[in-house]
């Protein structure tokens, strides 16, 4: 598998003019890989994940997936967004198989992966619980565990994290992480947080506002396991400066001269 993204631009018309919300942005992302794309607000990011899920047409430049052109949704990426948008009247269950259920999987083979993507995400005594029964971290585990059921090629994520308090957010990178660990799954998550992108990717795009262009590359190479002390070590904290400073002097609004 491979996600690759040429010389794409997106533009919007809007009523003051055309609005280049991304400029010639070109990526690569390998099987297995786990990538995170930073950036601030209006840098185009959540723009970037929809036109790779096929949710948008770019206005020019190609996205493809295995080589082949992405010109709509597909069940080879999986999408996982910060709300959680899961039906609120379905079980956990219903909601992890709800995609397999659209693709006519046998219920015997449905039943089998559910079981399997709830204990993925540690929920197997939640099955026939209903969204609202559990916390904002168990319903984003399901949303996990849907988008993993459909067993797409890339999961792609737009800020998952962004609504939950800070000590549950650290629970699911933590969770995250080793999920990504044990299946092996190519992730490709954008974020406005730089030490969750840090903390998360192998290697990941810095993004730059108005218009969104991709402004630099850092490989995360930190060395041993990642656990909470890999955010103290020296390379973190350097690469969190130097993204920092990327990122110091973007999404401040435009000043219109008087
Ligand atoms: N459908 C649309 N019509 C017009 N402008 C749009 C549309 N969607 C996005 N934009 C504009 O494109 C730019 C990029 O938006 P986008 O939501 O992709 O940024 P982002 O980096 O994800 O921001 P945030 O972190 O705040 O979600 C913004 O200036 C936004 O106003």
Same mark, same amino acid.
């Given at each position: 598998?491979?996600?690759?993204?040429?010389?794409?631009? /997106? #533009?919007?018309? !809007? %009523?003051?003019?055309?609005?280049?919300? &991304?400029?010639?942005?070109?990526?690569?992302?390998?099987?297995?890989?786990?990538?995170?794309?930073?950036?601030?607000?209006?840098?185009? /990011?959540?723009?970037?994940?929809?036109?790779?899920?096929?949710?948008?047409?770019?206005?020019?430049?190609?996205?493809?997936?295995?080589?082949?052109?992405?010109?709509?949704?597909?069940?080879?990426?999986? *999408?996982?967004?910060?709300?959680?948008? &899961?039906?609120?009247?379905?079980?956990? =269950?219903?909601?992890?198989?709800?995609?397999?259920?659209?693709?006519?999987?046998?219920?015997?083979?449905?039943?089998?992966?559910?079981?399997?993507?709830?204990?993925?995400?540690?929920?197997?005594?939640?099955? #026939? =619980?209903?969204?609202?029964?559990?916390?904002?971290? *168990?319903?984003?585990?399901? =949303?996990?565990?849907?988008?993993?059921?459909?067993? $797409?090629?890339?999961?792609?994520? @737009?800020? $998952?994290?962004?609504?939950?308090?800070?000590?549950?957010?650290? /629970?699911?990178?933590?969770? &995250?992480?080793?999920?990504?660990?044990? !299946?092996?799954?190519?992730?490709?998550?954008?974020?406005?947080?730089?030490?969750? =992108?840090?903390?998360?990717?192998?290697?990941?795009?810095?993004?730059?506002?108005? $218009?969104?262009?991709?402004? !630099?590359?850092?490989?995360?190479?930190?060395?041993? @396991?990642?656990?909470? #002390?890999?955010?103290? #070590?020296?390379?973190?904290? @350097?690469? %969190?400066? *130097?993204? &920092? @400073?990327?990122?110091?002097?973007?999404?401040? $609004?435009?000043?219109?001269?008087?």
């Amino acid at each position: 598998m491979n996600l690759s993204v040429h010389s794409l631009y /997106k #533009h919007f018309k !809007t %009523k003051q003019g055309t609005l280049v919300a &991304l400029q010639n942005i070109n990526l690569k992302i390998e099987q297995g890989e786990f990538v995170c794309a930073v950036g601030a607000s209006g840098s185009g /990011k959540s723009t970037l994940l929809r036109l790779i899920a096929g949710l948008d047409t770019p206005t020019s430049g190609e996205i493809t997936v295995n080589g082949v052109s992405v010109t709509g949704p597909g069940a080879d990426r999986g *999408m996982v967004f910060q709300k959680y948008t &899961l039906y609120p009247w379905m079980s956990v =269950a219903q909601n992890v198989g709800f995609g397999l259920k659209l693709q006519g999987v046998p219920t015997t083979k449905r039943r089998e992966q559910i079981a399997y993507y709830l204990d993925i995400v540690g929920l197997t005594q939640f099955a #026939h =619980a209903l969204p609202k029964e559990l916390s904002g971290g *168990m319903q984003q585990r399901v =949303a996990i565990a849907r988008a993993l059921a459909s067993q $797409p090629r890339i999961l792609l994520m @737009d800020e $998952p994290f962004g609504a939950l308090d800070a000590q549950t957010k650290e /629970k699911m990178q933590q969770f &995250l992480l080793e999920l990504w660990q044990r !299946t092996g799954t190519t992730i490709l998550m954008i974020t406005h947080d730089v030490e969750e =992108a840090l903390f998360l990717s192998q290697r990941l795009y810095v993004m730059s506002s108005r $218009p969104g262009t991709i402004k !630099t590359e850092v490989n995360m190479d930190l060395p041993g @396991d990642r656990t909470y #002390h890999s955010k103290k #070590h020296s390379i973190f904290q @350097d690469r %969190k400066e *130097m993204v &920092l @400073d990327l990122l110091r002097n973007e999404g401040i $609004p435009e000043v219109v001269p008087c």
